[in-house]
């Protein structure tokens, strides 16, 4: 499997177990939730995007205290509403890991959209840590296909 494949199936997961999102709705949810993947801190974001669609975003190694806009005021501020952090991406390295974001198809059948790395988007790895990722086993997904058709 991909290996930012990987941390969107941990990540979707995740949220299946906490009862955040449920892959038999197709109402548009949103949110975020701080958790551990894989041993590491983390942040998990959904949104509904329509037609039955989530866009699942995770930031894999995230240290809020690191980030520089975290405790910015206004619309300055980090409040986990977008697939990348606020920051500029020169600052990535200072508090996160990876980035990664793909969509998960409930409507038709319950998989994250498409193959290996094809449509995942907002994919952003600090040095070093591609070779972590690739270390990790490959999840099992929970009551969906970790690949399936990308629905445009």
């Given amino acids: 499997m991909d290996s930012h494949r990987k941390l969107l199936v941990l990540a979707t997961n995740e949220l299946l177990k906490r009862n955040l999102i449920s892959l038999d709705s197709e109402e548009d949810a949103r949110g975020h939730v701080m958790a551990t993947i894989a041993g590491e801190n983390a942040v998990i974001m959904w949104r509904g995007i329509g037609w039955g669609e989530l866009e699942i975003s995770v930031w894999w190694k995230y240290d809020h205290a690191h980030h520089p806009q975290a405790n910015l005021e206004g619309n300055a501020r980090e409040e986990f509403k977008t697939s990348s952090p606020l920051a500029k991406r020169q600052h990535y390295p200072k508090f996160v890991g990876v980035t990664v974001s793909g969509w998960i198809e409930r409507k038709t059948t319950k998989h994250l959209q498409g193959k290996?790395?094809?449509?995942l988007f907002a994919v952003y790895t600090r040095r070093g840590e591609k070779e972590t990722l690739d270390a990790l086993p490959d999840p099992i997904?929970?009551?969906f296909?970790?690949?399936?058709?990308?629905f445009m």
């Fill in 141 to 143: 997904p929970d009551g």
């Fill in 145 to 150: 296909k970790a690949e399936g058709k990308f």
């Fill in 116 to 119: 290996k790395h094809d449509s």
